[in-house]
């Protein structure tokens, strides 16, 4: 099985700044990799869909990139409403698979 | 509007068993990946199952032997029958959507039912 891994597992960064999660798959994955932000409550709500596509009505501060086995998530300018915990997840038909996460606060 | 809606949950002694609904509207279940996703108290998401269009399931080792994923076409609805549950099945439960596209991304996603397993 493909196993993820996440860093860091928390970051403080204040307004504006700019934030970067990378992960990191055990095998390629060519471009099946996808990035979900979850607030304290709430279901995950899908940001970033095969490495580097933005949902549909996603704030365009939110990007994704990378290849094979390793990826990264950016919020170019963090803003208050972006405080939440990041997940990314791959998918190797027929299976699938979470990173640990990465919790996201304001400095 | 797509929705999904869970049901369900509730708390059951260990070794017991628990059905999962999961309504869905503004969409067919048939036509998409369906899966099992959940979240222990304070911890990460774990995917636990997944039964695609043509019918395949496909089960985390944690839970294989012990859940069954299945749905109704008629009342387009998808299910997560749990049996033998332990303590470390406690969780939140979602069922979330996949498109017939190969990223495997759930792009839907419902509120999540609570399974609480304890004596």
């Known amino acids: 099985d493909i196993q993820m891994t996440q860093s860091p597992s928390s970051l403080s960064a204040s307004v504006g700044d700019r934030v970067t999660i990378t992960c990191q798959a055990s095998?390629?994955?060519?471009?099946?990799l996808n990035w979900y932000q979850q607030k304290p409550g709430k279901a995950p709500k899908l940001l970033i869909y095969d490495a580097s596509n933005l949902e549909t009505g996603v704030p365009s501060r939110f990007s994704g990139s990378g290849s094979g086995t390793d990826f990264t998530f950016t919020i170019s300018s963090l803003q208050p409403e972006d405080i939440a915990t990041y997940y990314c997840?791959?998918?190797?038909?027929?299976?699938?698979?979470f990173g640990p996460g990465t919790k996201v606060d304001i400095k | 509007e797509v929705q999904l809606v869970e049901s369900g949950g509730g708390l059951v002694q260990p070794g017991g068993s628990l059905r999962l609904s999961c309504a869905a509207s503004?969409?067919?279940?048939?036509?998409?990946?369906m899966s099992w996703v959940r979240q222990a108290p304070g911890k990460g998401l774990e995917w636990v199952s997944v039964?695609?269009?043509?019918?395949?399931?496909y089960y985390a080792d944690s839970v294989k032997g012990r859940f069954t994923i299945s749905r109704d076409n008629s009342k387009n609805t998808l299910y997560l029958q749990m049996n033998s549950l332990r303590a470390e099945d406690t969780a939140v439960y979602y069922c979330?959507?996949?498109?017939?596209?190969?990223?495997?991304?759930?792009?839907?996603w419902g509120q999540g039912t609570l399974v609480t397993v304890s004596s």
């Open positions: 979330a959507s996949s498109p017939l596209l190969p990223g495997g991304y759930f792009d839907y």
């Open positions: 503004g969409f067919t279940v048939s036509s998409n990946y």
């Open positions: 095998q390629d994955i060519s471009n099946y």
């Open positions: 997840q791959q998918y190797d038909n027929p299976l699938f698979t």
């Open positions: 039964i695609y269009s043509g019918g395949s399931t």
